[in-house]
Protein backbone atom coordinates (compact mmCIF):
# COMPACT_ATOMS: atom_id res chain seq x y z
CA UNK A 1 0.00 0.00 0.00
CA UNK A 2 1.05 3.55 -0.78
CA UNK A 3 0.94 6.15 2.29
CA UNK A 4 1.81 9.78 2.03
CA UNK A 5 0.74 11.35 5.62
CA UNK A 6 2.26 10.70 8.98
CA UNK A 7 -0.73 10.35 10.63
CA UNK A 8 -1.62 7.31 8.08
CA UNK A 9 1.76 5.75 8.57
CA UNK A 10 1.79 5.84 12.30
CA UNK A 11 -1.79 3.97 12.73
CA UNK A 12 -0.48 1.64 10.44
CA UNK A 13 2.86 1.15 12.32
CA UNK A 14 0.61 1.18 15.95
CA UNK A 15 -2.11 -1.32 14.73
CA UNK A 16 0.92 -3.88 13.27
CA UNK A 17 3.17 -3.56 16.24
CA UNK A 18 -0.11 -4.20 18.01
CA UNK A 19 0.13 -7.52 16.16
CA UNK A 20 3.44 -8.25 17.70
CA UNK A 21 4.91 -7.80 13.59
CA UNK A 22 8.28 -6.36 13.31
CA UNK A 23 9.26 -3.70 11.37
CA UNK A 24 11.74 -2.39 8.98
CA UNK A 25 12.76 0.58 7.43
CA UNK A 26 14.33 1.20 4.20
CA UNK A 27 15.04 4.62 2.95
CA UNK A 28 15.64 5.81 -0.61
CA UNK A 29 15.15 8.79 -2.34
CA UNK A 30 13.78 6.69 -5.28
CA UNK A 31 14.57 5.39 -8.98
CA UNK A 32 14.83 2.31 -7.61
CA UNK A 33 16.56 -0.54 -9.38
CA UNK A 34 17.72 -4.14 -8.53
CA UNK A 35 19.65 -3.10 -6.00
CA UNK A 36 16.51 -1.46 -3.79
CA UNK A 37 14.98 -4.36 -4.52
CA UNK A 38 17.34 -6.75 -3.11
CA UNK A 39 17.82 -4.24 0.10
CA UNK A 40 14.17 -4.61 0.50
CA UNK A 41 14.25 -8.25 0.66
CA UNK A 42 17.49 -8.69 2.59
CA UNK A 43 14.99 -6.70 4.92
CA UNK A 44 12.04 -8.86 4.77
CA UNK A 45 14.92 -12.06 6.11
CA UNK A 46 14.44 -10.09 9.82
CA UNK A 47 11.26 -8.32 9.56
CA UNK A 48 7.13 -9.57 8.80
CA UNK A 49 6.49 -5.72 7.15
CA UNK A 50 9.14 -3.61 5.24
CA UNK A 51 8.74 0.36 4.83
CA UNK A 52 10.46 1.98 2.18
CA UNK A 53 10.19 5.54 2.12
CA UNK A 54 11.01 6.98 -1.33
CA UNK A 55 11.98 11.03 -0.56
CA UNK A 56 14.34 12.87 -2.51
CA UNK A 57 16.24 14.88 0.48
CA UNK A 58 16.59 18.26 -0.43
CA UNK A 59 19.53 18.80 2.30
CA UNK A 60 21.85 16.45 1.59
CA UNK A 61 22.24 17.81 -2.00
CA UNK A 62 25.29 19.75 -1.56
CA UNK A 63 24.38 21.02 -5.64
CA UNK A 64 21.08 21.97 -6.77
CA UNK A 65 21.40 20.96 -10.58
CA UNK A 66 22.26 17.31 -9.29
CA UNK A 67 18.95 17.57 -7.13
CA UNK A 68 16.64 18.88 -10.15
CA UNK A 69 18.28 16.35 -12.43
CA UNK A 70 17.60 13.10 -9.44
CA UNK A 71 15.59 10.56 -11.60
CA UNK A 72 11.91 10.88 -10.09
CA UNK A 73 9.48 8.31 -10.97
CA UNK A 74 7.05 7.06 -8.41
CA UNK A 75 4.64 5.10 -10.80
CA UNK A 76 7.38 2.59 -11.58
CA UNK A 77 8.86 2.58 -8.05
CA UNK A 78 5.80 1.52 -6.67
CA UNK A 79 4.79 -1.27 -9.00
CA UNK A 80 8.02 -2.85 -8.24
CA UNK A 81 8.13 -3.02 -4.78
CA UNK A 82 4.18 -4.04 -4.57
CA UNK A 83 4.79 -6.73 -7.29
CA UNK A 84 8.05 -7.51 -5.42
CA UNK A 85 6.53 -8.37 -2.30
CA UNK A 86 2.73 -6.82 -1.35
CA UNK A 87 3.12 -6.48 2.08
CA UNK A 88 5.44 -3.42 1.20
CA UNK A 89 4.28 -0.10 2.63
CA UNK A 90 5.36 2.37 0.50
CA UNK A 91 5.44 5.67 2.39
CA UNK A 92 5.98 9.00 0.15
CA UNK A 93 6.05 12.11 2.15
CA UNK A 94 5.72 15.57 1.22
CA UNK A 95 8.97 18.33 2.08
CA UNK A 96 6.83 19.60 4.78
CA UNK A 97 5.50 16.19 6.43
CA UNK A 98 9.56 15.24 7.13
CA UNK A 99 10.80 18.63 7.59
CA UNK A 100 7.58 20.97 8.74
CA UNK A 101 8.92 24.69 7.71
CA UNK A 102 12.44 24.03 8.77
CA UNK A 103 13.45 22.71 6.25
CA UNK A 104 17.99 22.81 6.88
CA UNK A 105 20.28 20.26 7.96
CA UNK A 106 21.47 20.33 11.30
CA UNK A 107 25.14 20.35 12.64
CA UNK A 108 25.82 16.83 13.87
CA UNK A 109 29.50 15.48 15.41
CA UNK A 110 30.01 12.12 13.77
CA UNK A 111 33.73 12.47 14.20
CA UNK A 112 36.43 11.04 11.66
CA UNK A 113 33.72 9.11 9.76
CA UNK A 114 32.75 12.21 7.83
CA UNK A 115 35.98 13.58 7.90
CA UNK A 116 37.25 12.14 4.24
CA UNK A 117 36.18 11.11 1.09
CA UNK A 118 32.52 11.70 0.80
CA UNK A 119 32.44 13.85 3.48
CA UNK A 120 35.56 15.75 2.09
CA UNK A 121 33.92 16.29 -1.24
CA UNK A 122 30.68 16.64 -0.67
CA UNK A 123 30.79 19.44 1.93
CA UNK A 124 27.07 19.30 4.19
CA UNK A 125 25.87 16.22 2.61
CA UNK A 126 26.12 13.89 5.92
CA UNK A 127 24.60 16.78 7.85
CA UNK A 128 21.51 16.54 5.71
CA UNK A 129 21.56 12.61 5.55
CA UNK A 130 21.73 12.49 9.29
CA UNK A 131 19.15 14.72 9.68
CA UNK A 132 16.52 13.36 7.03
CA UNK A 133 17.12 10.12 8.54
CA UNK A 134 16.34 11.34 12.63
CA UNK A 135 13.59 12.35 11.27
CA UNK A 136 12.30 9.37 9.26
CA UNK A 137 13.92 7.12 12.36
CA UNK A 138 11.25 9.03 14.61
CA UNK A 139 8.26 9.11 12.26
CA UNK A 140 8.18 5.96 11.20
CA UNK A 141 9.95 4.14 14.77
CA UNK A 142 11.24 0.64 13.31
CA UNK A 143 12.70 -1.58 14.58
CA UNK A 144 15.36 -2.13 12.60
CA UNK A 145 16.40 0.44 9.35
CA UNK A 146 18.53 -1.33 6.47
CA UNK A 147 21.08 0.81 4.33
CA UNK A 148 23.77 -0.85 1.55
CA UNK A 149 27.28 -1.48 1.93
CA UNK A 150 27.21 0.43 -1.30
CA UNK A 151 27.33 3.63 0.59
CA UNK A 152 29.72 2.54 3.16
CA UNK A 153 30.25 5.54 4.85
CA UNK A 154 26.53 6.20 4.80
CA UNK A 155 25.96 3.17 6.45
CA UNK A 156 28.55 3.75 9.38
CA UNK A 157 27.34 7.03 9.73
CA UNK A 158 23.65 5.98 10.76
CA UNK A 159 24.96 3.71 13.12
CA UNK A 160 26.94 6.65 14.73
CA UNK A 161 23.51 8.07 14.49
CA UNK A 162 21.72 6.32 16.31
CA UNK A 163 24.35 6.31 19.35
CA UNK A 164 24.25 9.80 19.55
CA UNK A 165 20.36 10.43 19.01
CA UNK A 166 19.69 7.27 20.99
CA UNK A 167 17.23 6.48 19.18
CA UNK A 168 15.95 2.76 19.42
CA UNK A 169 16.52 1.28 16.16
CA UNK A 170 19.10 -1.75 14.87
CA UNK A 171 20.89 -0.82 12.17
CA UNK A 172 21.90 -3.63 9.19
CA UNK A 173 23.81 -3.48 6.46
CA UNK A 174 23.33 -5.44 3.05
CA UNK A 175 25.40 -6.23 0.42
CA UNK A 176 26.20 -4.40 -2.89
CA UNK A 177 23.95 -5.74 -5.76
CA UNK A 178 26.38 -5.45 -8.95
CA UNK A 179 25.45 -5.75 -12.79
CA UNK A 180 27.14 -8.98 -14.46
CA UNK A 181 30.42 -6.27 -15.43
CA UNK A 182 30.56 -5.45 -11.75
CA UNK A 183 29.30 -2.08 -11.69
CA UNK A 184 27.25 -1.46 -8.80
CA UNK A 185 23.38 -0.72 -9.08
CA UNK A 186 22.68 2.73 -8.51
CA UNK A 187 20.53 5.30 -9.62
CA UNK A 188 22.75 7.25 -11.54
CA UNK A 189 23.36 4.41 -13.91
CA UNK A 190 20.03 5.26 -15.65
CA UNK A 191 22.09 8.32 -16.86
CA UNK A 192 24.49 6.51 -19.19
CA UNK A 193 24.32 5.16 -22.31
CA UNK A 194 24.86 1.34 -22.77
CA UNK A 195 28.83 2.30 -23.65
CA UNK A 196 28.98 4.23 -20.61
CA UNK A 197 27.68 1.56 -18.32
CA UNK A 198 30.45 -0.86 -20.34
CA UNK A 199 33.45 1.76 -19.45
CA UNK A 200 32.09 2.03 -16.14
CA UNK A 201 32.98 -1.40 -14.96
CA UNK A 202 36.44 -0.12 -14.42
CA UNK A 203 35.47 1.37 -11.31
CA UNK A 204 34.88 -2.39 -10.01
CA UNK A 205 38.02 -3.76 -11.45
CA UNK A 206 39.94 -1.22 -9.85
CA UNK A 207 38.26 -2.60 -6.61
CA UNK A 208 39.10 -5.89 -7.31
CA UNK A 209 42.60 -5.26 -8.69
CA UNK A 210 43.25 -3.64 -4.95
CA UNK A 211 42.00 -6.38 -3.13
CA UNK A 212 44.68 -9.17 -5.43
CA UNK A 213 47.16 -6.51 -4.31
CA UNK A 214 46.36 -5.86 -1.09
CA UNK A 215 48.72 -8.43 0.67
CA UNK A 216 51.46 -7.64 -0.73
CA UNK A 217 52.04 -4.46 -1.83
CA UNK A 218 52.04 -1.52 0.37
CA UNK A 219 48.64 1.04 -0.19
CA UNK A 220 51.01 3.65 -1.88
CA UNK A 221 51.42 1.19 -4.85
CA UNK A 222 47.71 0.03 -4.59
CA UNK A 223 47.04 3.66 -5.70
CA UNK A 224 49.20 4.70 -7.69
CA UNK A 225 48.47 1.43 -9.77
CA UNK A 226 44.60 2.55 -9.64
CA UNK A 227 45.74 5.81 -10.94
CA UNK A 228 47.69 4.12 -13.85
CA UNK A 229 44.21 2.36 -14.54
CA UNK A 230 42.18 5.66 -14.57
CA UNK A 231 44.53 6.95 -16.91
CA UNK A 232 44.35 4.84 -19.49
CA UNK A 233 40.44 5.25 -19.76
CA UNK A 234 39.76 8.84 -20.72
CA UNK A 235 36.38 8.36 -20.20
CA UNK A 236 36.44 8.30 -16.32
CA UNK A 237 38.09 10.59 -14.41
CA UNK A 238 39.12 9.52 -10.84
CA UNK A 239 37.67 11.57 -7.96
CA UNK A 240 39.47 9.86 -5.26
CA UNK A 241 40.95 6.37 -4.71
CA UNK A 242 41.44 5.77 -0.53
CA UNK A 243 42.27 2.61 1.57
CA UNK A 244 41.14 3.01 5.11
CA UNK A 245 39.88 0.95 8.04
CA UNK A 246 36.25 0.63 8.53
CA UNK A 247 36.25 1.67 12.15
CA UNK A 248 37.83 5.33 11.50
CA UNK A 249 37.40 5.75 7.38
CA UNK A 250 40.39 7.77 7.74
CA UNK A 251 42.35 6.87 4.60
CA UNK A 252 45.66 5.06 5.34
CA UNK A 253 49.08 5.16 4.48
CA UNK A 254 50.14 1.94 6.07
CA UNK A 255 48.67 -1.20 7.09
CA UNK A 256 48.12 -2.34 10.38
CA UNK A 257 47.40 -6.11 11.13
CA UNK A 258 44.16 -6.23 13.17
CA UNK A 259 42.12 -4.10 10.99
CA UNK A 260 39.44 -4.51 8.23
CA UNK A 261 40.22 -2.05 5.30
CA UNK A 262 37.93 -1.27 2.41
CA UNK A 263 38.92 0.20 -1.05
CA UNK A 264 36.97 3.69 -1.98
CA UNK A 265 36.49 5.09 -5.34
CA UNK A 266 34.58 7.79 -6.35
CA UNK A 267 34.70 8.72 -10.45
CA UNK A 268 33.36 10.87 -13.07
CA UNK A 269 31.74 9.77 -15.94
CA UNK A 270 30.53 13.01 -17.72
CA UNK A 271 28.66 14.97 -15.50
CA UNK A 272 27.41 11.22 -13.52
CA UNK A 273 29.34 10.66 -10.53
CA UNK A 274 29.70 7.33 -9.29
CA UNK A 275 30.84 5.45 -5.78
CA UNK A 276 31.61 2.38 -5.11
CA UNK A 277 33.80 0.47 -2.20
CA UNK A 278 35.11 -3.60 -1.53
CA UNK A 279 36.40 -5.17 1.21
CA UNK A 280 40.08 -5.96 1.04
CA UNK A 281 41.07 -8.56 3.89
P1 LIG B 1 19.36 5.77 -2.54
O1 LIG B 1 17.98 5.69 -3.11
O2 LIG B 1 20.43 5.89 -3.59
O3 LIG B 1 19.48 6.78 -1.44
O4 LIG B 1 19.65 4.36 -1.87
C1 LIG B 1 18.77 3.81 -0.93
C2 LIG B 1 19.44 2.63 -0.26
O5 LIG B 1 19.74 1.64 -1.23
C3 LIG B 1 20.78 2.99 0.40
O6 LIG B 1 20.87 2.33 1.67
C4 LIG B 1 21.79 2.47 -0.57
O7 LIG B 1 23.03 2.13 0.03
C5 LIG B 1 21.08 1.22 -1.09
N1 LIG B 1 21.63 0.80 -2.36
C6 LIG B 1 21.89 1.59 -3.44
N2 LIG B 1 22.46 0.87 -4.44
C7 LIG B 1 22.56 -0.40 -3.97
C8 LIG B 1 23.09 -1.61 -4.51
N3 LIG B 1 23.62 -1.64 -5.74
N4 LIG B 1 23.04 -2.74 -3.76
C9 LIG B 1 22.49 -2.70 -2.50
N5 LIG B 1 22.00 -1.59 -1.93
C10 LIG B 1 22.04 -0.45 -2.64
New binding site residues.
Given amino acids: MNISTNTALQEQIQDLKAHKKIIGL???????????L??VNFAYQYCDVVVVSIFVNPTQFNNSGDLEKYPRNFEKDYQLLISNNPKTIVYTPSINHVYGEDVKAEDFDFGSIVSYMEGQYRQGHFNGVGTVLKRLFAIVKPHKA??????FQ??QLVKKLVEITQQPVEVIG?????MSNGL????RNYRLTPAEVEEASLIYKALSQAKTMFNDFSINEIKSSIQDLFEDHQLLELEYFEVAPTSTLIPAQTKKTHLNYRAFIAAYIRDVRLIDNLALN
Fill in positions: VPTMGALHEGHSLFFGEKDQLSPTLRAESS
